[in-house]
Structure formats: structure tokens, C-alpha cells
């Protein structure tokens, strides 16, 4: 069986060059773009050109079988991410934070409930 590349438009770049996706999320909106590597500037620039061509085919709208391929790549990603130690301890860490916060808010509103109490009835 022969390896292959992969299956993401960023995988027909030239041998020795790489791309990854860099998305940084802010409160209101969010900046993403296209880390490009390469030995060469030539690499550079023809990695650079096949990044955008695949961006801007993307942008025109995903087929039926490229949507359905990115969903479950993302369901096979969050199911994996709990068998590791880092990734049980994000999952359980976020579980554990909420869990407090809603603790935090009961025992908040049942302060305030007993302090309008003591005032109204005194």
C-alpha cells in the first residue's frame, strides 16, 4: 500500500514545502491565513500560489462529500483527543470549571435571596 499525501487541498504542494492553517479567534470576529514552509523562496511562492487557489476554490463553496469528509474528521478529532493525558485532562478540566461556575452562581442568588429576606422581613 503506497502512503499518500492526504486528501486536503493543502496536500498537492510541491515535495519539500508545507502549509498549515493558522486561526486566531477573537471576541467578536475571528483572523485566520496560511502558514507556508519551504527550503527555496521558488517553493515559497509556488506553495503560496496553490494555497491561495485552494482558498479561494473553498470559498466558492464545499461539495456535498468535502463537507460530509470535514465533519467527520472533526468527530474522529474530538472523540481522539480524550486518549490522550493532555486531552482527558482539557475535557475533564472544562467539565470541572463549569460545574463550579454553577455552583458559584447558585450559592450567589441564595446569599442575595437570604439578604433581601433579612431586610424585607426585619
Not at 502549509?19 to 519551504?38: I, W
Not at 485552494?54 to 462529500?65: D, F, R
Amino acid at each position: 500500500m503506497k502512503w499518500s499525501k492526504g486528501l486536503s487541498p493543502l496536500s498537492s504542494l510541491p515535495e519539500g514545502s508545507s502549509a498549515q492553517v493558522v486561526h486566531l479567534p477573537y471576541s467578536d470576529a475571528t483572523l485566520f491565513g496560511v502558514l507556508v514552509q519551504a527550503s527555496t523562496v521558488e517553493a515559497v511562492k509556488e506553495a503560496s500560489k496553490k494555497a491561495v487557489a485552494a482558498l479561494q476554490a473553498t470559498s466558492k463553496g464545499l461539495k456535498p462529500e468535502e463537507f460530509a469528509s470535514a465533519v467527520a474528521k472533526a468527530k474522529f478529532a474530538a472523540a481522539n483527543a480524550i486518549e490522550s493525558r493532555e486531552g482527558l485532562a482539557n475535557v475533564l478540566a472544562s467539565k470541572v470549571c463549569i460545574f463550579f461556575s454553577l455552583i458559584n452562581l447558585d450559592l450567589n442568588n441564595l446569599f442575595a435571596a437570604s439578604f433581601r429576606f433579612k431586610f424585607l422581613n426585619h
